[in-house]
């Protein structure tokens, strides 16, 4: 089965600094890959996803990634974060073959004024 | 264009009792999603619903059921409530158009069992 690691579960970052939330994945099938982003009480709102192509991907609020198929990774960046970014965010995969998505646990992001 | 919309927003239940959960998919969405997310944990995958039909299913229980109605429309029913069903349950709706990448999400419904 397909599974999805988060590997910080907390990233406290200060407020204009860089930041990156890593992702590793499982899967020996060509995937899509998807960042949502969580405010609290919310439902989940997608940042950005990769399908195909170019292997760097922009997403909405500043945020990019990366796609490393060797490496198996889609870590998410942000070259200076606002206050407004504190939430949580999870990524989440897709096979090819279907249509389930799998999620990570979650990073929770707090940025320090 | 609406987005997603779920009711209601906060439920409290007793084990052993029944639950229904609604979702009203984003105008022009013909497939619906179902996740429960545990409290500190990612959304897991229940089940979809395309074209009234299952489509399928993550690793969950008979108990757990759902129905997608003509107007895409979605109840997500639960029988014999335990403790641990006691999570967020949101509801995606998607675009056989966009062949299932991109699903959107509602704001979910917290669910407590005691």
């Known amino acids: 089965a397909q599974s999805v690691t988060q590997l910080d579960s907390q990233v406290p970052v200060f407020e204009e600094a860089p930041v990156e939330l890593r992702c590793n994945y499982s899967?020996?099938?060509?995937?899509?890959l998807f960042w949502y982003v969580q405010y609290p009480n919310q439902g989940l709102q997608l940042l950005l996803k990769y399908l195909s192509g170019s292997t760097l991907v922009k997403g909405i609020n500043g945020f990019e990634a990366e796609f490393n198929k060797s490496q198996t990774s889609f870590h998410l960046r942000k070259p200076s974060v606002h206050i407004s970014d504190t939430a949580e965010y999870f990524c989440a995969v897709r096979e090819n073959t279907g249509n389930q998505f799998y999620f990570g646990t979650g990073t929770s992001l707090t940025v320090i004024p | 264009e609406t987005g997603v919309t779920q009711s209601p927003t906060h439920l409290i239940k007793t084990r052993g009792q029944q639950v229904t959960l609604r979702c009203s998919s984003q105008?022009?969405?013909?497939?619906v999603s179902w996740y429960q997310q545990a409290l500190g944990q990612g959304p897991q995958f229940i089940f979809q619903?395309?074209?009234?039909?299952?489509?399928g299913r993550g690793n969950f229980p008979p108990r757990f059921s759902g129905l997608q109605f003509p107007n895409y429309s979605s109840e997500l029913n639960v029988n014999a409530l335990e403790l641990d069903d006691s999570a967020l349950y949101l509801c995606?709706?998607?675009?056989?158009?966009?062949?299932?990448?991109?699903?959107?999400f509602g704001p979910g419904t917290r669910l407590t069992v005691l």
């Open positions: 995606a709706s998607g675009s056989t158009s966009g062949g299932f990448n991109e699903q959107f």
């Open positions: 619903y395309y074209r009234e039909e299952e489509n």
């Open positions: 899967s020996s099938v060509s995937v899509y």
């Open positions: 105008s022009g969405h013909n497939t």
